[in-house]
């Protein structure tokens, strides 16, 4: 939800983002995250052939967030309704939140490996 | 009193645990991971704290040591993000190096080429006597000195074994 807002607030067009790349101001090089917060504005705002061109993984990120939000209403009411099935929905909620997680972030996940591995 | 302090453990640890799945992903993203070391260490103490707790009360610690863990993992993601920046940062140094050697070593050329027709002059004045130097750097000019140079000394050896024969 504080993503969403983040993105619903600061505008892609005033580029009054708070946010500043620390990687870039450390190295003066463009990292694989650079422009994410630009991607996601623009991705609210229904631009998402301009979001892609800001970064070209901001889509990928948008939906692990967004899809974060609806498991975790889905999961709140299953796990309200059927207190038998808790454990279950707790392993099964951890299992699809950490597939979705190293599908959504594999770019980033493997910009670090490549940068600690050289 | 004892649900109350066991309460408190398991509220530090779905705190430490929050914190922690945010720090974790924040932590992989290039952008902010650095930033993510600050909750990580959050997280990390909650999680501590709580564990205190439950191990004085004998409490479930299932949820701390979880929080404690994915804490742990995520400040040396963020950790990492420092040393893939240093190592960025070294590549850019040696690109920057290499770069620097190149307009030096053009720098270095531009002054040779300069120098090739330059001319130089020493005056020295002492007690009222002058003495004037002057030379030039023109390679072919030099050539012929060095030349004339070589001649003289050949004739001047000649001659000196003339006058040791003499004697």
């Keep these: 939800m504080l993503i969403f807002a983040y993105s619903g607030i600061f505008s892609p067009v005033k580029d009054n983002y708070p946010v500043k790349c620390i990687h870039e101001k450390l190295t003066g090089e463009p990292c694989v995250s650079c422009g994410l917060s630009h991607s996601f504005s623009l991705i609210i705002r229904g631009k998402i052939a301009e979001a892609y061109q800001w970064n070209i993984y901001g889509m990928r990120v948008f939906l692990f967030f967004a899809l974060q939000l609806v498991i975790r209403i889905v999961f709140s009411f299953f796990y309200l309704k059927y207190p038998d099935t808790r454990k279950e929905l707790i392993i099964f909620d951890i299992a699809g939140s950490v597939l979705i997680f190293l599908i959504a972030f594999f770019p980033f996940i493997r910009s670090i490996s490549s940068g600690i591995l050289g | ?167």
């Design chain 2, 1 to 167: 009193m004892e649900e109350k302090t066991n309460s408190t453990g398991q509220n530090l640890g779905i705190a430490a645990l929050i914190t922690a799945i945010i720090t974790f992903v924040f932590a992989v993203i290039p952008c902010v991971g650095i930033i993510a070391i600050i909750p990580g260490i959050i997280a990390i103490v909650l999680a501590s704290v709580g564990l205190s707790h439950a191990s004085r009360n004998e409490s479930p610690r299932g949820v701390l040591i979880a929080a404690l863990i994915i804490g742990i993992v995520a400040v040396l993601i963020s950790l990492s993000q420092i040393f893939v920046a240093g190592e960025i940062v070294k590549k850019t140094e040696n690109k920057w190096s290499g770069e620097i050697r190149e307009v030096i070593k053009q720098v270095q050329e531009d002054v040779l080429r300069d120098l090739e027709d330059a001319s130089v002059s020493i005056k020295v004045e002492s007690n009222g006597e002058k003495v004037e130097i002057n030379t030039h750097l023109n390679r072919k000019d030099l050539l012929e000195e060095l030349e004339e140079l070589e001649e003289l000394e050949e004739v001047n050896t000649e001659e000196d074994d003339t006058l040791q024969t003499e004697k």
